[in-house]
Each structure stands twice: as structure tokens, then as C-alpha cells.
């Protein structure tokens, strides 16, 4: 079952800030993030592990509320490289090695 | 060495033919898995490798088979495909435990 990912869409300028969430009805052992370029491949952001982790990867960060199974990734004073599709995928504890991912994201920054 | 080659970029075949897409990486992560994605939508993982073993098998089709036949090489033989199964398809490797994935270019197919 994959993870659901919310919003669709989003449309942002430059400087602007975005959250980009992702839910599970099942209890997680790790929330992956990736961004997608058109024509390219998933590129890895970041892994959260443990209840109420938080990280970052330069202006984007995110968190994981194990309780919650909910994850969000921030998008602080977007830049134009932030452009792309963003998946969430869910890797559940009974469940080792099957990632699966979210609908995606898709996020344009405008000048 | 941090990349996963993925050979052929793209790939055009006949639903008769058989022909193979293959994977490499050199990190030493010894998880190795297959995807298919769609246009617009997420990749949707296939098989998963853990020490050259399969170990997931998500109920893909039989005219597609994977092969590892080393920690560093990971193939898949296509056989009779339809023309539903043109995708990308990505390849990925990880240490096992499941910290971040390193996904390849994909191989673009085309079923005509």
C-alpha cells in the first residue's frame, strides 16, 4: 500500500516556501525523499529512521512523526534548482526492502 | 565510485524478441532492486536482490526475469513483452538496512 502524498502540485516563487507531506496507514521503519528531474532519475534527498528525526539537505529539511506515520519536507527560500517531482516513499517494519512511493509531488519555482 | 550504470539508455523491441538490461554498481552495497516507472507516475519496484538472492518478487510477469549474477551486476531478460510494459525502467542498489537508495539513469523501452 503506498504512502499518500499531499499536494498534487505546487507553484512557487522563487524565495517562497513549500511543505510537501506524506502519511501512512502503516506503521514505517523509514520515510525516504527523493526529487525527480524530467527525463532523469530519482535523485536521493534524505532518509528519516527514527521517531521525530529531523534533518536537512541544504534549505530543504524534514521531519517524520512516528506517532503520526506522517513525514513533511520543508522547502525553505526556494531556489529555481528545487524545481522538479518529489516522492515520499515508505519502507514499513514488516516489510524490509520494499520502498514504495508516493503519487509525487510536482514543484515549479518561478523566477 | 558512487553511480549505477544502467546499459542501454534505450532500448526498441519487437514483442518476440528477447533481449537483456543491465545494472551496474561498484559502492559494495549488496541490495539491489528493479523499477518500473510510468510517465507521471511513481516508480513501482519489481524485484528486490539481497546478497545476489531474490528476495522480493512483487508478482511481476514471467517474461520478465532477473539474473544477479555478482555482488556488482544486476540484469533483466525481457522476453514476448507487450506494448503495456514500454517504461523506464531504474535500477538501484543500497546497503542492506535500508539507508538511501542510488538509482541509475534507467533504461527507456520501448515495446513496438
Known amino acids: 500500500q503506498q504512502p499518500v502524498q499531499s499536494p498534487q502540485a505546487v507553484i512557487l516563487r522563487e524565495g517562497e516556501d513549500a511543505v510537501i507531506n506524506c502519511s501512512s496507514s502503516?506503521?514505517?521503519?523509514?520515510v525516504h525523499w527523493y526529487r525527480q528531474k524530467h527525463g532523469e532519475a530519482p535523485v536521493f534527498l534524505m532518509i528519516?529512521?527514527?521517531?521525530?528525526e529531523q534533518k536537512g539537505h541544504d534549505k530543504i529539511s524534514a521531519s517524520f512523526n512516528e506517532k503520526k506515520q506522517q513525514s513533511s519536507l520543508y522547502l525553505t527560500a526556494s531556489q529555481l534548482s528545487y524545481s522538479g517531482t518529489y516522492f515520499c516513499?515508505?519502507?514499513?517494519?514488516?516489510?524490509?526492502?520494499?520502498?514504495?512511493f508516493g503519487a509525487g509531488t510536482q514543484v515549479v519555482v518561478t523566477p | 565510485d558512487t553511480e549505477v550504470t544502467q546499459t542501454p539508455k534505450h532500448l526498441v523491441m519487437g514483442m518476440t524478441n528477447k533481449k537483456s538490461l543491465k545494472c551496474e554498481q561498484h559502492m559494495g552495497h549488496r541490495a539491489m532492486y528493479w523499477y518500473k516507472q510510468k510517465a507521471k507516475k511513481p516508480p513501482e519496484l519489481m524485484f528486490v536482490y539481497s546478497y545476489e538472492k531474490l528476495s522480493i518478487n512483487e508478482s511481476v510477469p514471467s517474461r520478465f526475469s532477473p539474473e544477479c549474477p555478482n555482488s556488482s551486476l544486476l540484469n533483466l531478460h525481457l522476453h514476448a513483452l507487450q506494448p503495456e510494459d514500454s517504461a523506464l525502467y531504474l535500477c538501484a542498489s543500497s546497503q542492506v538496512g535500508n539507508p538511501g537508495y542510488t538509482f541509475g539513469s534507467g533504461t527507456r523501452l520501448t515495446v513496438v
Open positions: 516513499g515508505t519502507v514499513k517494519t514488516d516489510s524490509w526492502g520494499k520502498l514504495q
Open positions: 528519516l529512521l527514527k521517531g521525530g
Open positions: 502503516k506503521a514505517l521503519y523509514s
